[in-house]
């Protein structure tokens, strides 16, 4: 029942995702993310029913981690597994770029028989999302060339910009939570910047949560100390186009009868920028220095943590807490952090419930990236 209603609402909409990249989720039309969301759910569905939904004989789903991950790897592997694509993740380290083997040939090289690469690149800012695009344009001249029969769909796995797949689980969190995606119109979600002993996480989690929710009609709060601002663009991008988006530098006020709360530590704009020379020019002692700079003012606002008396300012005490994970949770994974132990586990098998849809989300892209007719394909397997 659940999942052939999700089918009749999918038989509405007007989406064509089939051999297309997913890099932005400010680059797809609200039907096209619904049918992504609600294709997760019947996936989602069917894995809980021991329903196969291998739609491939063969093929390859790659990956290229140019960063740590637990989540996304696990569900970037899973999603292809449950397809039925084989797995590869290329180790750049034994690869031969080491030798001078340039973007372009890679890309080339390794998709011969690739359906999906999925990438994660998210440590220079302004140069993720560019590397992204850089693999699908060899990819795509590979295939006009008649190199490759087929063009591998490009999945961001993470980037400087963006981070579709967490911040589509978190709309299907969202609209299981609430009910709908009609119940998340009006419904205050506080975007806010948390203390971490750590510095240099992405801009991408908080970016991708402001320009998504604000799309299915959320009331946006985003907090942060002055200075602590994401990339100035998106956020003058994110104003003109959502009339209840603001930006607060208090964590209190944006706490203040909010209905969701996503307290999140990331690194200042200007420091990431700052950052990205030195990483380019290897400039370990300028890292160095960079890092001690920024845990010092960090230590500023030790305040900004998500505890008890904060979670009473939400509406009726009762706001529900997400995070992408991990969570920098205070005398538990460190000494001071983005939230308190006590109410991190109130809400722990909720942030665990919001992580569970990523593989879903994941697979939910391959499938409409890969599959020309997803919806009827899905209908037969059930």
Known sequence: MYIKKNIEQLN?????????????????????????????EVLKEMHRKEISFRMFDTGLAISIFRDNSTRTR????????????????????????AHGETVRETANMISFLAEIIGIRDDMYLGEGNKYMREVSEAVQE???????????????????????????????????????????????????????????????????????????????????PEGYNLIPELESSVKKLSPGFKIVNSMDEAFKNADVVYPKSWAP????????????????NGLTALEKECLENNTKFKNWEC??????????????????????????????GEV???????????????????????????????????????????
């Open 269 to 284: 704009f200007s420091v990431m920028k700052r950052r990205t020379e030195l990483l380019k020019n290897s400039d370990k």
């Open 74 to 97: 696990f569900s970037f592997a899973s999603a292809a597994n449950a397809t039925g694509l084989g797995l590869s993740e290329l180790d750049e380290v034994k690869s031969q770029i």
């Open 340 to 382: 308190s132990a006590s109410v991190f586990e109130k809400y722990r098998i909720d942030t665990y419930h919001e992580a569970s849809f990523k593989p879903f989300v994941i697979a939910a892209m391959i499938v409409l990236s890969r599959i020309k007719n997803p919806v009827e394909k899905i209908d037969s397997m059930i």
């Open 142 to 224: 590979g295939h006009e060339k008649g190199v490759l029969y087929r063009k591998p769909s490009i999945i961001n796995l993470q980037c400087d910009i963006d981070h579709p797949t967490q911040s589509l689980a978190d709309l299907l969190k969202l609209k299981d939570y609430f009910g709908s995606f009609e119940n998340l119109k009006g419904k205050k979600l506080a975007m806010t910047w948390a203390y971490s002993p750590s510095y240099g996480k992405p801009l991408s989690v908080p970016q991708g949560i402001i320009t998504l929710m604000t799309r299915f009609g959320m009331d946006v709060t985003l907090a942060y």
């Open 12 to 40: 509405l909409l007007n989406f064509d995702l089939f051999g297309k990249d997913f890099l932005l989720t400010t680059e797809k039309s609200e039907s096209e993310i619904k049918a992504i969301a609600l294709i997760a």
């Open 307 to 336: 505890d008890e008396d904060k979670m009473k300012l939400t509406r009726d005490g009762k706001a529900l807490y997400m995070h992408c994970l991990p969570a920098d949770i205070s005398g538990v994974s460190c000494k001071e």
